[in-house]
Protein backbone atom coordinates (compact mmCIF):
# COMPACT_ATOMS: atom_id res chain seq x y z
CA UNK A 1 0.00 0.00 0.00
CA UNK A 2 1.46 3.13 -0.95
CA UNK A 3 1.86 5.43 1.91
CA UNK A 4 0.42 8.40 2.98
CA UNK A 5 3.05 11.78 3.62
CA UNK A 6 1.63 13.51 7.01
CA UNK A 7 2.79 16.71 7.55
CA UNK A 8 3.49 17.85 11.03
CA UNK A 9 3.81 21.30 11.83
CA UNK A 10 5.29 22.78 15.26
CA UNK A 11 6.80 25.99 17.07
CA UNK A 12 8.87 26.59 19.91
CA UNK A 13 10.72 24.13 22.03
CA UNK A 14 8.02 21.78 23.54
CA UNK A 15 6.01 21.81 19.96
CA UNK A 16 9.14 20.14 18.31
CA UNK A 17 9.67 17.49 20.66
CA UNK A 18 5.59 16.57 20.21
CA UNK A 19 5.50 16.47 16.57
CA UNK A 20 8.70 14.31 16.57
CA UNK A 21 7.12 12.00 19.23
CA UNK A 22 3.85 12.02 16.91
CA UNK A 23 6.11 10.80 13.88
CA UNK A 24 7.34 7.99 15.77
CA UNK A 25 4.00 7.24 17.55
CA UNK A 26 1.01 7.91 16.29
CA UNK A 27 1.93 8.02 11.84
CA UNK A 28 4.03 5.16 12.73
CA UNK A 29 0.65 2.94 11.81
CA UNK A 30 0.21 2.05 8.21
CA UNK A 31 0.07 3.52 5.70
CA UNK A 32 0.71 7.22 7.20
CA UNK A 33 4.53 8.59 7.16
CA UNK A 34 5.20 11.37 9.38
CA UNK A 35 7.02 14.69 8.58
CA UNK A 36 8.79 16.67 10.43
CA UNK A 37 10.66 19.99 9.89
CA UNK A 38 13.93 20.23 11.62
CA UNK A 39 13.27 24.40 11.54
CA UNK A 40 11.14 26.32 13.52
CA UNK A 41 8.40 27.58 11.53
CA UNK A 42 9.26 31.39 13.24
CA UNK A 43 12.38 31.27 11.00
CA UNK A 44 10.03 32.42 8.34
CA UNK A 45 11.50 31.88 4.81
CA UNK A 46 13.61 29.38 5.66
CA UNK A 47 10.49 27.42 6.87
CA UNK A 48 8.97 27.67 3.90
CA UNK A 49 12.01 26.80 1.57
CA UNK A 50 12.46 23.65 3.49
CA UNK A 51 9.25 22.64 3.45
CA UNK A 52 7.87 23.59 0.32
CA UNK A 53 9.15 19.89 -1.30
CA UNK A 54 7.19 18.09 1.17
CA UNK A 55 3.80 19.75 1.07
CA UNK A 56 3.85 18.80 -2.55
CA UNK A 57 3.93 14.88 -1.28
CA UNK A 58 1.67 15.39 1.85
CA UNK A 59 -1.27 14.10 1.92
CA UNK A 60 -2.42 15.06 5.28
CA UNK A 61 -1.73 17.75 7.48
CA UNK A 62 -1.44 18.58 12.02
CA UNK A 63 -1.01 21.79 13.16
CA UNK A 64 0.36 21.25 16.61
CA UNK A 65 -0.67 23.84 19.27
CA UNK A 66 1.07 24.48 22.01
CA UNK A 67 -0.14 27.01 25.15
CA UNK A 68 0.15 30.75 23.69
CA UNK A 69 1.13 29.27 20.31
CA UNK A 70 -2.03 30.33 18.31
CA UNK A 71 -1.50 33.94 19.60
CA UNK A 72 1.79 34.02 17.21
CA UNK A 73 1.68 35.11 13.67
CA UNK A 74 3.59 32.54 11.44
CA UNK A 75 1.21 29.76 13.25
CA UNK A 76 -1.46 31.28 12.32
CA UNK A 77 -0.13 31.72 8.65
CA UNK A 78 1.06 28.34 8.51
CA UNK A 79 -2.86 26.86 9.50
CA UNK A 80 -4.15 28.87 6.70
CA UNK A 81 -1.68 27.83 3.96
CA UNK A 82 -1.72 23.96 5.18
CA UNK A 83 -5.48 24.32 4.89
CA UNK A 84 -5.04 25.60 1.37
CA UNK A 85 -2.40 22.92 0.26
CA UNK A 86 -3.65 19.78 1.30
CA UNK A 87 -7.18 18.44 1.80
CA UNK A 88 -7.18 16.58 4.99
CA UNK A 89 -5.88 18.89 8.11
CA UNK A 90 -6.20 19.03 11.43
CA UNK A 91 -5.23 21.63 14.05
CA UNK A 92 -4.53 19.28 17.69
CA UNK A 93 -4.79 21.41 20.73
CA UNK A 94 -2.10 20.48 23.35
CA UNK A 95 -3.43 22.52 26.71
CA UNK A 96 -3.84 25.59 24.31
CA UNK A 97 -7.08 27.93 24.17
CA UNK A 98 -7.49 28.97 21.02
CA UNK A 99 -8.15 32.64 19.59
CA UNK A 100 -9.08 33.91 16.54
CA UNK A 101 -9.15 33.10 13.43
CA UNK A 102 -7.69 29.58 14.52
CA UNK A 103 -10.61 29.41 16.87
CA UNK A 104 -12.84 29.61 13.79
CA UNK A 105 -11.32 26.17 12.64
CA UNK A 106 -12.50 22.55 14.26
CA UNK A 107 -9.82 21.41 16.69
CA UNK A 108 -9.47 18.44 18.09
CA UNK A 109 -7.64 18.08 21.80
CA UNK A 110 -4.41 16.45 21.63
CA UNK A 111 -4.40 15.30 25.33
CA UNK A 112 -7.16 12.67 25.05
CA UNK A 113 -6.64 9.51 23.58
CA UNK A 114 -10.42 9.28 22.67
CA UNK A 115 -9.82 12.02 20.20
CA UNK A 116 -6.54 9.98 18.63
CA UNK A 117 -8.57 7.02 18.17
CA UNK A 118 -11.24 9.14 16.45
CA UNK A 119 -8.81 10.82 14.32
CA UNK A 120 -7.19 7.55 13.30
CA UNK A 121 -9.85 6.02 12.25
CA UNK A 122 -10.94 9.10 10.22
CA UNK A 123 -7.46 9.27 8.41
CA UNK A 124 -8.36 5.15 7.34
CA UNK A 125 -11.46 5.74 6.38
CA UNK A 126 -13.40 4.06 8.91
CA UNK A 127 -10.90 0.93 7.62
CA UNK A 128 -9.70 -1.43 10.52
CA UNK A 129 -11.68 0.67 13.78
CA UNK A 130 -10.42 -1.95 16.00
CA UNK A 131 -6.58 -1.89 14.68
CA UNK A 132 -6.61 2.11 14.99
CA UNK A 133 -7.87 2.23 18.44
CA UNK A 134 -5.57 -0.60 19.94
CA UNK A 135 -2.77 1.27 18.00
CA UNK A 136 -3.72 4.77 19.72
CA UNK A 137 -4.03 2.98 23.17
CA UNK A 138 -0.31 1.22 22.95
CA UNK A 139 1.61 4.84 21.59
CA UNK A 140 -0.40 7.29 23.06
CA UNK A 141 1.84 6.69 27.00
CA UNK A 142 4.61 8.03 24.59
CA UNK A 143 2.80 11.27 23.61
CA UNK A 144 1.00 11.65 27.33
CA UNK A 145 4.94 12.06 28.65
CA UNK A 146 5.83 15.03 26.48
CA UNK A 147 2.50 16.00 27.40
CA UNK A 148 3.29 16.05 31.25
CA UNK A 149 5.87 18.56 30.22
CA UNK A 150 3.52 21.60 29.21
CA UNK A 151 2.71 21.58 33.17
CA UNK A 152 6.07 21.29 34.60
CA UNK A 153 9.00 24.09 34.59
CA UNK A 154 10.22 26.05 32.33
CA UNK A 155 7.05 25.42 30.47
CA UNK A 156 4.58 26.03 32.69
CA UNK A 157 5.79 29.09 34.38
CA UNK A 158 5.92 30.92 31.18
CA UNK A 159 2.73 29.79 30.15
CA UNK A 160 0.75 30.63 33.36
CA UNK A 161 1.88 34.50 33.26
CA UNK A 162 1.20 35.32 29.40
CA UNK A 163 -2.01 33.41 29.98
CA UNK A 164 -3.04 35.26 32.91
CA UNK A 165 -2.14 38.60 31.17
CA UNK A 166 -3.83 37.54 28.29
CA UNK A 167 -7.13 37.06 29.94
CA UNK A 168 -6.86 39.83 31.84
CA UNK A 169 -6.85 41.88 28.95
CA UNK A 170 -9.68 40.01 27.21
CA UNK A 171 -11.56 40.56 30.14
CA UNK A 172 -11.43 44.62 30.03
CA UNK A 173 -12.10 44.28 26.31
CA UNK A 174 -14.88 42.55 26.66
CA UNK A 175 -16.10 44.90 29.33
CA UNK A 176 -15.59 48.70 28.46
CA UNK A 177 -17.74 48.52 25.71
CA UNK A 178 -20.70 46.89 27.74
CA UNK A 179 -23.69 48.98 28.02
CA UNK A 180 -25.04 46.28 30.59
CA UNK A 181 -22.17 45.58 32.30
CA UNK A 182 -21.99 50.00 32.94
CA UNK A 183 -25.56 50.58 33.69
CA UNK A 184 -26.89 47.75 35.25
CA UNK A 185 -25.42 47.38 39.23
CA UNK A 186 -26.35 43.71 39.37
CA UNK A 187 -24.60 43.02 36.27
CA UNK A 188 -21.26 44.73 37.73
CA UNK A 189 -21.58 42.63 41.32
CA UNK A 190 -22.17 39.48 39.79
CA UNK A 191 -19.63 39.40 37.13
CA UNK A 192 -17.07 40.93 39.54
CA UNK A 193 -17.48 38.57 42.12
CA UNK A 194 -17.50 35.68 39.74
CA UNK A 195 -13.49 37.22 38.62
CA UNK A 196 -12.54 37.60 42.24
CA UNK A 197 -13.46 34.86 43.84
CA UNK A 198 -13.55 32.50 41.09
CA UNK A 199 -10.60 33.82 38.68
CA UNK A 200 -12.61 32.98 35.90
CA UNK A 201 -15.01 35.19 33.23
CA UNK A 202 -17.00 33.30 30.69
CA UNK A 203 -15.89 33.70 27.15
CA UNK A 204 -19.82 34.47 26.05
CA UNK A 205 -19.76 37.66 27.10
CA UNK A 206 -17.68 38.47 24.36
CA UNK A 207 -20.76 37.46 22.03
CA UNK A 208 -23.43 37.85 24.01
CA UNK A 209 -22.66 40.90 26.42
CA UNK A 210 -26.42 40.71 28.52
CA UNK A 211 -25.60 37.60 29.85
CA UNK A 212 -22.72 35.87 31.89
CA UNK A 213 -22.92 31.85 32.38
CA UNK A 214 -21.21 30.44 35.71
CA UNK A 215 -21.17 26.94 37.34
CA UNK A 216 -24.50 26.05 38.90
CA UNK A 217 -23.09 25.52 42.26
CA UNK A 218 -21.97 28.92 42.36
CA UNK A 219 -25.47 30.38 42.38
CA UNK A 220 -26.14 30.27 45.79
CA UNK A 221 -22.91 32.23 46.87
CA UNK A 222 -23.26 34.77 44.18
CA UNK A 223 -26.48 35.27 45.97
CA UNK A 224 -25.36 35.82 49.26
CA UNK A 225 -22.93 37.80 48.11
CA UNK A 226 -25.60 40.01 46.50
CA UNK A 227 -27.50 40.47 49.34
CA UNK A 228 -25.04 41.29 51.79
CA UNK A 229 -23.37 44.16 49.29
CA UNK A 230 -26.24 45.29 48.02
CA UNK A 231 -29.23 44.05 49.76
CA UNK A 232 -31.36 43.82 46.44
CA UNK A 233 -35.02 42.43 46.61
CA UNK A 234 -35.38 39.14 45.27
CA UNK A 235 -38.73 37.52 43.64
CA UNK A 236 -37.76 34.23 42.58
CA UNK A 237 -39.03 30.45 41.85
CA UNK A 238 -36.99 27.40 43.81
CA UNK A 239 -37.79 23.73 42.92
CA UNK A 240 -36.79 22.20 46.00
CA UNK A 241 -34.91 18.90 45.73
CA UNK A 242 -34.62 19.42 41.62
CA UNK A 243 -32.52 21.98 40.95
CA UNK A 244 -31.57 23.45 44.19
CA UNK A 245 -31.24 20.76 46.86
CA UNK A 246 -29.33 23.48 49.42
CA UNK A 247 -32.16 25.12 51.22
CA UNK A 248 -32.02 22.71 54.18
CA UNK A 249 -27.80 23.36 54.24
CA UNK A 250 -26.09 25.68 55.41
CA UNK A 251 -25.79 27.80 52.34
CA UNK A 252 -29.43 28.02 52.50
CA UNK A 253 -29.61 29.38 55.57
CA UNK A 254 -27.01 32.33 54.63
CA UNK A 255 -29.84 32.76 51.94
CA UNK A 256 -32.32 33.11 54.71
CA UNK A 257 -29.56 35.29 56.94
CA UNK A 258 -28.64 37.65 54.27
CA UNK A 259 -32.31 38.17 52.96
CA UNK A 260 -33.91 41.11 52.52
CA UNK A 261 -37.30 41.42 54.18
CA UNK A 262 -39.31 42.44 50.70
CA UNK A 263 -38.20 38.96 48.97
CA UNK A 264 -40.92 37.10 47.55
CA UNK A 265 -39.94 33.11 46.82
CA UNK A 266 -41.91 30.43 45.61
CA UNK A 267 -41.11 26.89 46.52
CA UNK A 268 -42.20 23.96 44.13
CA UNK A 269 -42.70 20.19 45.30
CA UNK A 270 -42.81 17.39 43.04
CA UNK A 271 -44.55 15.42 46.31
CA UNK A 272 -45.92 15.49 49.61
CA UNK A 273 -43.02 14.09 50.86
CA UNK A 274 -40.68 16.57 49.68
CA UNK A 275 -42.87 19.32 51.56
CA UNK A 276 -42.76 17.55 54.65
CA UNK A 277 -39.34 16.96 55.20
CA UNK A 278 -38.88 20.92 53.96
CA UNK A 279 -41.67 22.33 56.37
CA UNK A 280 -39.75 23.49 58.92
CA UNK A 281 -37.43 25.13 56.80
CA UNK A 282 -40.32 26.89 54.99
CA UNK A 283 -41.66 28.31 57.95
CA UNK A 284 -38.25 29.87 59.08
CA UNK A 285 -38.25 31.26 55.66
CA UNK A 286 -41.66 32.74 55.88
CA UNK A 287 -40.88 35.11 59.28
CA UNK A 288 -38.39 36.98 57.24
CA UNK A 289 -39.85 37.30 53.78
CA UNK A 290 -43.18 36.34 52.12
CA UNK A 291 -43.29 32.96 50.78
CA UNK A 292 -45.62 30.75 48.79
CA UNK A 293 -46.17 27.13 48.23
CA UNK A 294 -47.15 24.84 45.01
CA UNK A 295 -46.71 21.67 43.50
CA UNK A 296 -45.24 21.07 40.39
CA UNK A 297 -48.10 20.00 38.72
CA UNK A 298 -50.01 23.71 39.43
CA UNK A 299 -46.86 25.20 38.73
CA UNK A 300 -46.54 23.91 35.02
CA UNK A 301 -50.76 24.12 34.90
CA UNK A 302 -50.04 28.18 35.26
CA UNK A 303 -46.75 29.33 33.71
CA UNK A 304 -46.56 26.11 30.84
CA UNK A 305 -43.22 24.07 30.55
CA UNK A 306 -40.72 27.18 28.97
CA UNK A 307 -41.55 28.58 32.52
CA UNK A 308 -41.64 25.79 35.09
CA UNK A 309 -38.22 26.33 36.36
CA UNK A 310 -36.25 28.34 39.07
CA UNK A 311 -35.54 31.75 37.96
CA UNK A 312 -34.78 34.64 40.38
CA UNK A 313 -35.62 38.42 39.53
CA UNK A 314 -32.66 40.83 41.33
CA UNK A 315 -34.01 44.32 41.90
CA UNK A 316 -33.77 46.82 44.22
CA UNK A 317 -33.45 50.76 43.22
CA UNK A 318 -36.07 50.66 41.00
CA UNK A 319 -34.20 51.01 37.83
CA UNK A 320 -31.33 47.36 37.42
CA UNK A 321 -33.45 44.53 37.20
CA UNK A 322 -31.71 41.46 36.57
CA UNK A 323 -32.88 38.06 35.66
CA UNK A 324 -30.65 34.63 36.80
CA UNK A 325 -32.21 31.06 35.28
CA UNK A 326 -30.53 27.37 34.96
CA UNK A 327 -29.09 26.92 31.80
CA UNK A 328 -30.60 24.33 29.33
CA UNK A 329 -28.07 24.40 26.66
CA UNK A 330 -24.29 23.62 27.81
CA UNK A 331 -23.43 19.91 27.59
CA UNK A 332 -20.61 19.26 29.92
CA UNK A 333 -21.66 21.51 32.91
CA UNK A 334 -24.84 22.51 34.77
CA UNK A 335 -24.60 26.48 34.48
CA UNK A 336 -26.69 29.47 36.24
CA UNK A 337 -26.98 32.04 33.08
CA UNK A 338 -27.82 35.64 34.55
CA UNK A 339 -29.45 37.85 31.79
CA UNK A 340 -29.68 41.76 31.92
CA UNK A 341 -31.97 42.19 28.71
CA UNK A 342 -34.65 44.45 29.76
CA UNK A 343 -37.20 42.07 27.61
CA UNK A 344 -36.06 38.74 29.06
CA UNK A 345 -36.21 39.79 32.63
CA UNK A 346 -40.09 41.45 31.45
CA UNK A 347 -41.52 38.09 30.18
CA UNK A 348 -40.30 36.17 33.58
CA UNK A 349 -41.62 39.37 35.90
CA UNK A 350 -45.29 38.70 33.95
CA UNK A 351 -45.00 34.91 34.72
CA UNK A 352 -44.26 35.47 38.24
CA UNK A 353 -47.06 38.03 38.54
CA UNK A 354 -49.16 35.94 36.99
CA UNK A 355 -48.57 33.00 39.28
CA UNK A 356 -48.99 34.92 42.22
CA UNK A 357 -52.63 36.13 41.42
CA UNK A 358 -53.36 32.55 39.98
CA UNK A 359 -54.22 31.44 43.66
CA UNK A 360 -52.61 27.86 43.12
CA UNK A 361 -49.48 29.47 45.00
CA UNK A 362 -50.50 29.24 48.84
CA UNK A 363 -49.28 31.77 51.36
CA UNK A 364 -47.05 30.01 54.01
CA UNK A 365 -48.12 32.13 57.32
CA UNK A 366 -45.28 32.74 59.71
CA UNK A 367 -47.57 31.60 62.16
CA UNK A 368 -48.17 28.31 60.92
CA UNK A 369 -47.79 25.23 63.60
CA UNK A 370 -46.27 21.57 62.35
CA UNK A 371 -50.21 20.66 63.31
CA UNK A 372 -51.20 22.17 60.07
CA UNK A 373 -48.89 20.20 57.92
CA UNK A 374 -51.71 18.75 56.43
CA UNK A 375 -53.80 21.18 56.25
CA UNK A 376 -51.17 22.61 53.57
CA UNK A 377 -50.81 18.92 52.31
CA UNK A 378 -54.41 19.23 51.01
CA UNK A 379 -54.56 22.70 49.65
CA UNK A 380 -51.37 22.38 47.86
CA UNK A 381 -51.32 19.15 46.18
CA UNK A 382 -54.77 19.33 44.60
CA UNK A 383 -54.64 15.40 42.81
CA UNK A 384 -51.60 13.62 41.28
CA UNK A 385 -48.51 15.77 40.17
CA UNK A 386 -46.50 14.93 37.51
CA UNK A 387 -43.85 13.29 39.85
CA UNK A 388 -45.99 11.44 42.55
CA UNK A 389 -45.64 8.45 40.28
CA UNK A 390 -42.59 8.41 39.40
CA UNK A 391 -40.34 6.03 41.18
CA UNK A 392 -37.52 6.68 43.55
CA UNK A 393 -35.08 4.27 44.68
CA UNK A 394 -31.73 4.32 44.93
CA UNK A 395 -31.95 8.74 45.76
CA UNK A 396 -34.40 7.51 48.30
CA UNK A 397 -31.23 6.60 50.72
CA UNK A 398 -27.87 8.86 48.70
CA UNK A 399 -27.84 11.87 47.51
CA UNK A 400 -27.42 10.84 43.72
CA UNK A 401 -25.56 14.56 42.77
CA UNK A 402 -22.50 13.39 45.37
CA UNK A 403 -23.15 9.65 43.89
CA UNK A 404 -22.61 11.60 40.13
CA UNK A 405 -19.22 13.19 40.90
CA UNK A 406 -17.69 10.53 43.32
CA UNK A 407 -18.62 6.89 42.26
CA UNK A 408 -15.98 7.07 39.48
CA UNK A 409 -13.04 6.43 42.36
CA UNK A 410 -15.31 3.03 44.26
CA UNK A 411 -12.34 0.40 44.38
CA UNK A 412 -12.08 -1.81 41.02
CA UNK A 413 -15.46 0.84 39.34
CA UNK A 414 -12.58 1.90 36.64
CA UNK A 415 -11.12 -1.24 36.00
CA UNK A 416 -14.36 -3.00 35.73
CA UNK A 417 -15.58 -0.07 33.39
CA UNK A 418 -12.54 -0.70 31.29
CA UNK A 419 -13.07 -4.50 31.02
CA UNK A 420 -16.51 -4.12 29.91
CA UNK A 421 -15.43 -2.26 27.12
CA UNK A 422 -12.62 -4.67 25.89
CA UNK A 423 -15.43 -7.64 26.15
CA UNK A 424 -17.40 -5.82 23.50
CA UNK A 425 -14.44 -4.41 21.68
CA UNK A 426 -13.39 -8.12 21.08
CA UNK A 427 -16.57 -9.84 20.25
CA UNK A 428 -17.29 -6.61 17.68
CA UNK A 429 -14.00 -7.89 15.78
CA UNK A 430 -15.88 -10.93 14.28
CA UNK A 431 -19.32 -8.83 14.50
CA UNK A 432 -17.41 -5.64 12.84
CA UNK A 433 -21.64 -4.03 11.83
CA UNK A 434 -23.00 -1.43 13.55
CA UNK A 435 -25.01 -2.00 16.05
CA UNK A 436 -27.65 -1.20 18.65
CA UNK A 437 -26.97 -1.10 22.42
CA UNK A 438 -29.23 -1.51 25.77
CA UNK A 439 -28.42 -0.55 28.59
CA UNK A 440 -29.99 -1.41 32.18
CA UNK A 441 -29.97 0.53 35.20
CA UNK A 442 -27.57 3.62 33.59
CA UNK A 443 -28.34 5.69 36.97
CA UNK A 444 -26.38 8.78 36.43
CA UNK A 445 -25.13 8.19 33.45
CA UNK A 446 -21.63 6.85 34.55
CA UNK A 447 -20.53 4.20 32.02
CA UNK A 448 -23.10 5.29 29.64
CA UNK A 449 -20.72 7.75 29.02
CA UNK A 450 -18.01 5.43 28.07
CA UNK A 451 -21.01 3.61 25.64
CA UNK A 452 -20.96 6.94 23.74
CA UNK A 453 -17.36 6.80 22.88
CA UNK A 454 -17.96 3.35 20.93
CA UNK A 455 -17.58 3.50 17.67
CA UNK A 456 -19.75 2.42 15.33
CA UNK A 457 -22.76 2.50 17.16
CA UNK A 458 -26.28 3.66 15.41
CA UNK A 459 -28.35 3.80 18.47
CA UNK A 460 -27.50 3.24 22.66
CA UNK A 461 -30.97 3.36 24.74
CA UNK A 462 -30.43 4.26 28.63
CA UNK A 463 -32.80 3.06 31.03
CA UNK A 464 -33.39 3.86 34.25
CA UNK A 465 -36.38 4.02 36.86
CA UNK A 466 -34.95 6.32 39.80
CA UNK A 467 -36.30 9.23 38.77
CA UNK A 468 -33.92 11.65 40.23
CA UNK A 469 -31.16 9.69 38.56
CA UNK A 470 -32.90 9.62 35.43
CA UNK A 471 -32.47 13.02 35.57
CA UNK A 472 -29.43 13.63 35.54
CA UNK A 473 -29.07 11.16 32.86
CA UNK A 474 -31.42 12.78 31.00
CA UNK A 475 -29.53 16.13 31.08
CA UNK A 476 -26.60 14.91 30.42
CA UNK A 477 -27.32 13.15 26.91
CA UNK A 478 -30.19 15.25 25.73
CA UNK A 479 -28.69 16.71 22.95
CA UNK A 480 -26.23 13.54 22.40
CA UNK A 481 -28.47 11.77 19.10
CA UNK A 482 -26.80 8.66 20.01
CA UNK A 483 -28.10 8.01 23.37
CA UNK A 484 -31.46 8.25 24.55
CA UNK A 485 -32.23 8.08 28.10
CA UNK A 486 -35.73 6.58 28.98
CA UNK A 487 -37.58 6.27 32.18
CA UNK A 488 -38.31 2.61 32.11
CA UNK A 489 -38.03 -0.19 34.10
CA UNK A 490 -35.53 -3.03 32.86
CA UNK A 491 -37.67 -5.68 33.94
CA UNK A 492 -40.51 -5.10 32.05
CA UNK A 493 -38.85 -3.10 29.15
CA UNK A 494 -39.66 -4.30 26.19
CA UNK A 495 -39.61 -2.56 22.79
CA UNK A 496 -39.49 -3.46 19.00
CA UNK A 497 -36.40 -4.30 17.44
CA UNK A 498 -33.65 -6.17 19.15
CA UNK A 499 -30.45 -5.03 20.61
CA UNK A 500 -26.47 -6.23 19.72
CA UNK A 501 -25.79 -5.72 23.62
CA UNK A 502 -27.19 -5.23 26.82
CA UNK A 503 -25.29 -3.87 29.40
CA UNK A 504 -25.55 -3.21 33.31
CA UNK A 505 -23.08 -1.65 35.28
CA UNK A 506 -22.96 -1.47 38.99
CA UNK A 507 -27.17 -1.77 38.41
CA UNK A 508 -28.00 -5.56 38.75
CA UNK A 509 -28.10 -5.68 42.71
CA UNK A 510 -30.52 -3.12 42.99
CA UNK A 511 -33.14 -5.79 41.84
CA UNK A 512 -34.76 -7.36 44.20
CA UNK A 513 -33.93 -11.59 44.47
CA UNK A 514 -37.31 -12.24 44.29
CA UNK A 515 -37.58 -10.27 40.58
CA UNK A 516 -34.35 -11.34 38.90
CA UNK A 517 -35.81 -14.21 37.32
CA UNK A 518 -38.33 -11.94 35.50
CA UNK A 519 -35.85 -9.14 34.87
CA UNK A 520 -33.00 -12.12 32.92
CA UNK A 521 -36.22 -13.29 31.16
CA UNK A 522 -36.04 -9.53 29.70
CA UNK A 523 -32.33 -9.30 29.06
CA UNK A 524 -33.25 -12.67 26.94
CA UNK A 525 -36.09 -11.17 25.05
CA UNK A 526 -34.52 -8.08 24.34
CA UNK A 527 -31.67 -10.11 23.14
CA UNK A 528 -30.34 -10.29 19.13
CA UNK A 529 -29.04 -14.13 18.12
CA UNK A 530 -25.69 -13.15 18.80
CA UNK A 531 -25.66 -10.91 20.74
CA UNK A 532 -24.06 -10.15 24.52
CA UNK A 533 -24.86 -9.58 27.60
CA UNK A 534 -22.54 -8.13 29.36
CA UNK A 535 -22.37 -6.97 33.47
CA UNK A 536 -20.35 -5.51 35.79
CA UNK A 537 -21.46 -5.26 39.66
CA UNK A 538 -20.29 -6.12 43.43
CA UNK A 539 -20.93 -9.60 44.48
CA UNK A 540 -20.90 -10.97 48.42
CA UNK A 541 -18.91 -13.90 49.83
CA UNK A 542 -20.71 -17.23 49.65
CA UNK A 543 -23.13 -17.64 52.10
CA UNK A 544 -26.39 -19.26 53.08
CA UNK A 545 -28.97 -16.67 51.94
CA UNK A 546 -31.60 -17.54 54.10
CA UNK A 547 -29.83 -16.79 56.94
CA UNK A 548 -30.29 -13.10 57.30
CA UNK A 549 -27.76 -12.87 60.11
CA UNK A 550 -24.98 -14.47 58.10
CA UNK A 551 -26.49 -12.20 54.83
CA UNK A 552 -25.53 -9.40 56.61
CA UNK A 553 -22.49 -10.52 57.82
CA UNK A 554 -21.42 -10.80 54.07
CA UNK A 555 -23.07 -7.62 53.65
CA UNK A 556 -20.29 -6.02 56.01
CA UNK A 557 -17.39 -7.54 55.27
CA UNK A 558 -17.77 -6.56 51.65
CA UNK A 559 -18.73 -3.06 52.09
CA UNK A 560 -15.96 -2.54 54.99
CA UNK A 561 -13.65 -3.59 51.95
CA UNK A 562 -14.62 -0.74 50.04
CA UNK A 563 -15.26 2.00 52.86
CA UNK A 564 -11.61 1.20 54.28
CA UNK A 565 -9.87 1.77 50.56
CA UNK A 566 -12.08 5.20 50.11
CA UNK A 567 -10.91 6.05 53.66
CA UNK A 568 -7.20 5.17 52.80
CA UNK A 569 -7.49 7.61 49.72
CA UNK A 570 -9.11 10.41 51.25
CA UNK A 571 -12.78 10.33 49.38
CA UNK A 572 -14.44 10.75 52.84
CA UNK A 573 -17.97 11.75 50.23
CA UNK A 574 -17.60 8.04 48.87
CA UNK A 575 -16.86 6.49 51.81
CA UNK A 576 -20.44 8.03 53.00
CA UNK A 577 -22.18 6.54 49.71
CA UNK A 578 -20.73 2.99 50.65
CA UNK A 579 -21.66 3.45 54.52
CA UNK A 580 -25.80 4.61 53.24
CA UNK A 581 -25.34 1.44 50.61
CA UNK A 582 -24.63 -1.03 53.43
CA UNK A 583 -27.48 0.38 55.70
CA UNK A 584 -29.80 0.34 52.64
CA UNK A 585 -28.31 -3.23 52.14
CA UNK A 586 -28.98 -4.04 55.83
CA UNK A 587 -32.68 -3.15 55.97
CA UNK A 588 -32.90 -4.23 51.93
CA UNK A 589 -34.70 -1.03 51.24
CA UNK A 590 -32.74 -0.80 47.55
CA UNK A 591 -29.66 -2.96 47.50
CA UNK A 592 -30.34 -6.53 47.15
CA UNK A 593 -26.88 -7.86 46.34
CA UNK A 594 -25.91 -11.82 46.17
CA UNK A 595 -22.75 -14.10 46.37
CA UNK A 596 -21.52 -14.85 42.43
CA UNK A 597 -23.32 -18.60 43.03
CA UNK A 598 -26.58 -17.45 43.48
CA UNK A 599 -26.29 -14.71 40.39
CA UNK A 600 -24.83 -17.99 38.16
CA UNK A 601 -27.79 -19.84 39.30
CA UNK A 602 -30.03 -17.28 38.27
CA UNK A 603 -28.17 -16.84 34.85
CA UNK A 604 -28.23 -20.64 34.46
CA UNK A 605 -32.23 -20.71 35.25
CA UNK A 606 -32.48 -18.40 32.64
CA UNK A 607 -30.73 -20.76 29.82
CA UNK A 608 -27.67 -18.14 29.47
CA UNK A 609 -23.89 -19.91 28.88
CA UNK A 610 -21.51 -17.04 30.76
CA UNK A 611 -17.84 -16.38 31.55
CA UNK A 612 -16.86 -14.38 35.02
CA UNK A 613 -13.99 -12.60 35.17
CA UNK A 614 -12.75 -10.89 39.09
CA UNK A 615 -11.77 -7.45 38.93
CA UNK A 616 -10.91 -6.79 42.46
CA UNK A 617 -9.97 -7.40 44.96
CA UNK A 618 -6.54 -8.93 43.38
CA UNK A 619 -5.77 -11.32 45.82
CA UNK A 620 -8.40 -14.51 45.17
CA UNK A 621 -8.06 -15.32 49.20
CA UNK A 622 -9.42 -11.97 50.02
CA UNK A 623 -11.93 -11.77 47.28
CA UNK A 624 -13.36 -15.61 48.83
CA UNK A 625 -13.34 -14.12 52.30
CA UNK A 626 -15.47 -10.89 51.47
CA UNK A 627 -16.57 -11.10 48.13
CA UNK A 628 -16.15 -8.60 45.07
CA UNK A 629 -16.52 -6.92 41.62
CA UNK A 630 -17.09 -9.23 39.09
CA UNK A 631 -17.47 -8.50 35.19
CA UNK A 632 -19.68 -11.25 33.67
CA UNK A 633 -19.96 -12.30 30.07
CA UNK A 634 -23.25 -13.66 29.30
CA UNK A 635 -24.71 -15.65 26.08
CA UNK A 636 -27.40 -17.92 25.00
CA UNK A 637 -26.71 -21.49 24.08
CA UNK A 638 -27.02 -21.19 20.29
CA UNK A 639 -25.03 -17.98 20.24
CA UNK A 640 -20.76 -17.70 20.02
Known amino acids: MEKELVFISWTGELGKKLALTLKETMFKLDPFEG??????IETGAAWFQSTKEALKKAKIGIVCLTPESSKRPWINFEAGYLYGQINKCQLVKFKENL?????????????????????LCELTGNRNNYVCEKWAQSEFPKLQEIINLIDKPPHSSVF???????????????????????????????????????????????DNQSRYLAPASQYPHILISLQKNISPVVKAIALV???????????????????????????????????????LTILEHAKQYKVYGISFANLSTVLGSEYSKDFSIIEGNGKDKLLAKYDDEALDQKNICFIAEEDEISKHEKKFNDLLESKLAISIPETAHNDEVELFIQTIFTGLTVYETKHIEMSAYINVNDYDEHEEKHAYYQDMMQKMFEICLDHRRNNPASCRILEFGAGTGIFT?????????????????????????????????KVKPLYADSRTYDPEGKFDYIFSSFADHHIKRGDKQKYFHNVKRNLNPGGLMIVGDEFIRSHNPINKEERKSALKEYHNHIIEIARQQGED???????????????????????????????????FKFKQERIGPPDPELAKRIGGV?????????DS
Open 35 to 40: WVSDVD
Open 99 to 119: INPLKQLQAMDGTKLNDWQKL
Open 160 to 206: KINQTLANIQEIADSLKDNRFFRENIYYQEVIYDSYLKYRRLNNDLN
Open 241 to 279: NIEEQFWQQRTGKEILRTSHHDNIRVFVFTSEKDFESNY
Open 449 to 481: KRLNEMPNVDEIVAIEIDWRCYGILEHKFRKQG
Open 573 to 607: ILALLEEKALESGLEEKGDFKVSCEQYEGYLNKAG
Open 630 to 638: YVYKAWLPN
